[in-house]
């Protein structure tokens, strides 16, 4: 007759729990699929900063169009030498990145970020 086990029972209800919880967070990070695969060159103005997980998101001044550009996670952006100051309204940056695959839509991910001629590669292993 199998006994009943109390730690492995809670430890298998904290681990349901757990992924359940990440689940909505893995499924809304949607990595690059909704891009060309093409890089773009942006420079404008930062005006709005949400930085966090799953990723950083920023709203850009470009020539007068506003651009949402998608920056790294907290650790992303630290390990290419950024910081939340860095990306303060205000700042002026410079992007280059995947747009999205709509046309009309301005939204980018951003692979490299150049304050002045400083580069920080977010993604280093792409082009």
């Known amino acids: 007759m199998a006994?009943?086990?109390s730690a492995r029972f809670r430890a298998l209800g904290a681990a349901t729990l757990l992924a359940a919880a990440t689940a909505g967070t893995a499924l809304a990070h949607h990595g690059w699929s909704w891009t060309t695969g093409g890089n773009i060159d942006?420079?404008?103005t930062v005006k709005e900063a949400d930085l966090g997980n799953p990723h950083g998101v920023?709203?850009?001044d470009v020539d007068g169009e506003t651009w949402t550009v998608e920056v790294g996670q907290p650790w992303r952006?630290?390990?290419a030498g950024l910081s939340d100051a860095d990306y303060a309204p205000g700042n002026e940056l410079r992007f280059i990145g995947e747009p999205s695959?709509?046309?009309d839509e301005r939204l980018m991910k951003a692979e490299r970020v150049f304050?002045?001629?400083e580069e920080h590669a977010l993604y280093p292993d792409r082009d």
């Open 58 to 60: 920023l709203k850009v």
């Open 101 to 103: 695959d709509k046309e």
């Open 42 to 44: 942006l420079t404008g």
């Open 3 to 5: 006994r009943f086990n």
């Open 115 to 117: 304050i002045g001629d």
């Open 77 to 79: 952006n630290e390990r």
